[in-house]
């Protein structure tokens, strides 16, 4: 069989002098000597590799007030093309850091959809 472990000599515990015992850490209670020369024990977790999916880019607000304030963006008759793609693009990275569209909000984009006066 395996030769005996060279730690605790065969009993798989071990003692220190306050009378504690513990398990091994050579032979982890076994008593035979670990078959692992390498030293150390690679005790990380490997995951396999997931297969790289493009992650579809969001284009509309998740929430309902989110989903109702791009509408009025939308629908604003006062605000350039570029304007509207700004405020919603606006609306869908506060909803991400903040979950939902509060009132303070929804309040400073609809003041950016008035008119110039």
């Known amino acids: 069989m395996g030769e005996t472990c060279g730690i605790c000599g065969g009993d798989g515990r071990i003692?220190?002098?306050?009378?504690?015992?513990?398990t091994c850490p050579g032979c982890h209670g076994s008593g035979l000597r670990s078959s692992?020369?390498?030293?150390f024990r690679d005790v990380t977790k490997t995951k396999p590799a997931r297969p790289s999916t493009p992650a579809?880019?969001?284009t509309w607000p998740l929430t309902f007030?989110?989903?109702?304030?791009?509408?009025?963006?939308?629908?604003?008759p006062a605000?350039?093309?570029?304007?509207?793609?700004?405020l919603i693009r606006e609306i869908m990275e506060y909803e991400g850091s903040h979950g939902a569209c509060t009132e303070t909000f929804i309040k400073k984009v609809r003041k950016q959809l008035r008119p110039p006066r």
């Open 65 to 76: 007030e989110g989903g109702q304030l791009a509408a009025e963006v939308q629908n604003s």
């Open 36 to 39: 692992e020369t390498t030293g």
């Open 15 to 22: 003692g220190n002098a306050f009378g504690l015992t513990t």
């Open 79 to 86: 605000c350039s093309p570029q304007t509207k793609a700004k």
């Open 56 to 58: 579809s880019k969001q």
